[in-house]
């Protein structure tokens, strides 16, 4: 007779945390799941019993129609305010106007991702590789309007054209901190099951990535999409993002004409009178930062299914290995 405490082990990763694996009694586990926390939290796909597969295969093709069609349209309104924001860039700060950057899409493959500058050139000169962050000092001020009202992002249209990207999908991730976040994050790697998208369930639900713990919440939204990804899903993602993109224009010019904060108040104060005005300056999420078995063999056979090119440090094409060769 089965054990009635039998766990599914697709899912038992994300049902239990990982400091409690250790507690769980060897008769609780599923066939072919191992005790150990560390294989719980770096190896999920031993575990697995099948891999997260779209549940509605028929809709892909044309999902992949309905990309094109729409991106072609949004593309040709948007134009206009596209150019305008380029000339911005261009004028107000050193450096291209367009930022090209390598990210990891559908089945690992890289692709060249594009979007207008929004920060100072050459900004990662000095860290490396770091995430953004809430008040980045890095922003320039035109970058800045930008962001707060994402055609930053419009570019990628492109990359919907071009077959990189969908309108809806998982964010795409830098290869850099792919690498770890596969290493560290069960199911990471199911995300990139389907292609990326501009917007997505993750985008509109949880705020950017600050840490692992962050990341592993929107895994959790990217696996349900990547399950579940139907046409009802995706017209109710394009239309709470139309929804959300107009609050934030309508947000960003109500603030011409709103009073300032008490914030704002403050640190005008200090300035007026020439005090110095302590302010908490948020810390880079780096490569380093995220915590993993640099030393291990294993984890470094991960890190080179995502190559980097030695002499200038960026991320050469290629693609994941098989999870039947990888794992």
Not at 18 to 46: I, W, Y
Not at 84 to 98: I, N
Not at 102 to 126: I, P
Not at 170 to 197: H, I, N, T
Request: glycine letters at 8%; one cysteine or more; a positive charge.
């Amino acid at each position: 007779m089965p054990n009635s405490r039998s766990v599914d082990a697709r899912n038992y990763n994300l049902r239990r945390p990982v400091h409690l694996a250790q507690t769980v009694a060897e008769e609780e586990l599923p066939e072919g799941a191992v005790s150990s926390p560390r294989q719980f939290a770096t190896s999920p796909k031993k575990n697995d019993a099948s891999p997260v597969t779209p549940g509605f295969l028929w809709y892909l093709p044309l999902k992949r129609c309905g990309d094109v069609g729409l991106a072609l349209a949004l593309l040709i309104v948007s134009a206009p305010v596209v150019l305008v924001a380029a000339l911005l860039v261009k004028l107000t700060s050193r450096g291209p106007a367009l930022y090209r950057q390598m990210r990891v899409g559908l089945d690992g493959r890289h692709f060249v991702l594009l979007k207008l500058r929004t920060m100072r050139h050459n900004a990662e000169a000095d860290t490396g590789p770091v995430w953004s962050t809430e008040n980045d000092g890095r922003v320039t001020t035109v970058g800045s309007l930008l962001r707060r009202t994402h055609i930053d992002e419009f570019p990628q249209l492109f990359n919907v054209l071009r077959g990189e990207m969908s309108l809806v999908g998982p964010r795409p991730e830098r290869p850099e901190f792919v690498a770890k976040l596969d290493w560290e994050v069960p199911y990471y790697r199911e995300r990139l099951k389907v292609r990326p998208g501009i917007t997505g369930l993750a985008q509109l639900r949880l705020r950017a990535d600050t840490s692992l713990e962050s990341v592993r919440q929107k895994v959790v939204n990217d696996v349900y999409y990547v399950r579940h990804v139907n046409p009802a899903l995706d017209g109710k993602l394009l239309i709470m993002t139309a929804w959300r993109l107009l609050n934030e224009f309508f947000c960003f010019f109500w603030n011409f004409f709103a009073l300032p904060d008490p914030g704002e108040v403050e640190r005008g104060f200090h300035r007026a009178v020439g005090l110095a005005y302590a302010e908490a300056v948020p810390a880079h999420v780096t490569l380093a930062s995220i915590s993993g078995g640099d030393n291990d063999e294993e984890f470094r056979a991960r890190v080179a299914e995502f190559p980097m090119d030695e002499a200038t440090g960026s991320s050469r094409p290629g693609r994941l290995r098989s999870d039947a060769a990888g794992r």
